[in-house]
């Protein structure tokens, strides 16, 4: 079975620099799905960012970039120019490309942004 | 808009109740999904559905039931075989379950509590 782990319950920031969030997987497949969901205090889930395993290139969404290391099986999170509104619970899931049926989720990292 | 609207946003149970958390959605996407989410965990996925008239079991199905009537419409019912019910309970939508990289919709949420 398919596990996704993240390390750090808690992580902190000075506004304007850079935090990067850790998020590795256990999975026996080749083809598969990762995404960071931002949970803000609204608990509503956001999507950060999404990965497709058979891309060699790193997604990118504005501030936010991935590091995909497939053989590692690491799929850690940067945030760049962090902001106030960057605040929140961030998620890492795994997504199997053959048995597309549920998301697998980590526990979650509480990022803190100071001013 | 087009989105997830889940009611009530807080719900209350009473010992030997069940309560039925409403799932609607606009976006005529196929895939619904319910969610689980506890303190310190990340989120539990408990049913979900391709089609109208069809749904799945997923890791933590017990005491708790679905419909799906309508393509807009996945409802969950909180038995009162589910022990421990007070959660925050999150529903979800995506285009297509089978070889699709599309993210899962969120909807903001409903926290169950007991009396």
């Known amino acids: 079975a398919q596990t996704v782990t993240q390390s750090q319950p808690e992580m902190s920031v000075q506004e304007a620099e850079t935090v990067t969030l850790s998020c590795t997987y256990d999975?026996?497949?080749?083809?598969?799905?990762l995404f960071w969901y931002k949970q803000p205090p609204s608990r509503q889930m956001i999507l950060v960012i999404r990965?497709?395993?058979?891309?060699?290139q790193n997604a990118t969404e504005n501030r936010f970039s991935v590091n995909f290391q497939k053989a590692a099986k690491s799929f850690s999170l940067k945030i760049s120019d962090s902001q106030l509104g960057d605040a929140a619970m961030y998620f890492c899931?795994?997504?199997?490309?053959?048995?597309?049926?549920?998301?697998?989720f980590g526990t979650g990292t509480r990022l803190q942004v100071f001013p | 808009d087009g989105g997830i609207t889940q009611s009530p946003k807080y719900l209350f149970r009473k010992e030997g109740q069940n309560v039925t958390l409403s799932c609607e959605q606009n976006?005529?996407?196929?895939?619904m999904y319910w969610y689980r989410q506890d303190p310190g965990q990340g989120l539990r996925l408990i049913y979900y559905?391709?089609?109208?008239?069809?749904?799945q079991k997923g890791d933590i199905a017990e005491g708790y039931s679905v419909s799906r009537e309508k393509k807009e419409s996945f409802p969950l019912t909180v038995t009162s075989a589910q022990k421990n019910p007070t959660a925050f309970y999150l529903c979800?939508?995506?285009?297509?379950?089978?070889?699709?990289?599309?993210?899962?919709?969120f909807g903001d949420g409903t926290r169950l509590s007991i009396l």
């Open positions: 979800a939508s995506s285009t297509s379950l089978t070889g699709s990289n599309q993210p899962q919709h």
């Open positions: 999975t026996s497949e080749s083809d598969y799905y």
């Open positions: 990965q497709e395993a058979y891309k060699q």
């Open positions: 899931a795994y997504r199997s490309a053959r048995n597309t049926d549920k998301l697998i």
């Open positions: 976006l005529n996407h196929d895939a």
């Open positions: 559905s391709q089609i109208v008239n069809d749904f």
